[in-house]
């Protein structure tokens, strides 16, 4: 009999790739969305805007990535509260759910970030952040806290954190944005550069949130990160030799800092990230190196 997952966020980037990624094993999926009558075009996914509409039927696995874009807007208080609402009030209303049901999953894995471990202020960038570096008090440090512990508050669930780089894949409007300037030889590097870029394949992400579903003891947190230290800079450097472009010019931090203000740190600023708990339980990379994970987007899969 096949196994059901409930998913939220499944219309996402990273939820729209899973849910492809599970029906074709046979799972199936009933998926959490905002969109209102939304038709689905196979036969065993289903889709709900709310989870009362879910019928009793036994759940093994539930996927929270639920959470409106953190590039999107600037970050005003409205746009913060909007940010931190939807993460933390759809995982509080999944957990009530689950409670109400009487359901305990054989797992649930639920979204977080790298921003969890903030910025380095000094911009020394020395550090490698592990899934036991502590967070800080900056605001995308601060709403992934709160992120993952409303999900850790049930106790009694067996829920696994992921805390997700940049992800890259052909239809990732951040890629897209990035590559923009570049192919258009305008600019490349984003201040200096030298700030930490942590990435990692769509095709990983996947890869790796099945590796953690089959598992039959898990760590509670594993940062889904390609196991590759690389710099802003790196990543023009390798998209502009892969388009045979030379972009010109570097974007000033000080005019993106006026544009973004605090949002700024997003591109500007943050920490190098390590996926310990990934490579300590034997997870095999496909993309380890961003020379290998763009060729495969931007040439392999044209």
Known sequence: M???ILMTGASGLIGQHLAAYFLEQGYFIYALTRQINKISTHPKLNWVNE???IP????QYVINLAGESIGQKRWSAERKQQLIESRVETT???YVFLKQRKLKPEKIISGSAIGYYGID????????CSET???QAVFVSELCQRWENEALSDTEQNTVIIRLGVVLAKNAPVLKQMLFPIKLNLFGKLGHGAQPFVWIHIQDVLAAIDFILQLDH?????NVVAPSHDTQATFVHVASQILGKTPFFNFPSSILNMILGEQAQLVLNGQYVVPKALLAQNFEFK????NAALTNLLIESV
């Open 2 to 4: 096949a196994k059901t």
């Open 51 to 53: 989870f009362i509409e």
């Open 56 to 59: 009793e039927v036994p759940l």
């Open 92 to 94: 509080r209303a999944l």
């Open 121 to 128: 202020p000094e911009e020394h960038w020395t550090a490698l």
């Open 133 to 135: 570096s502590p967070a």
């Open 218 to 222: 898990p760590e509670r947190i594993y």
């Open 287 to 290: 993309f380890n190196t961003l």
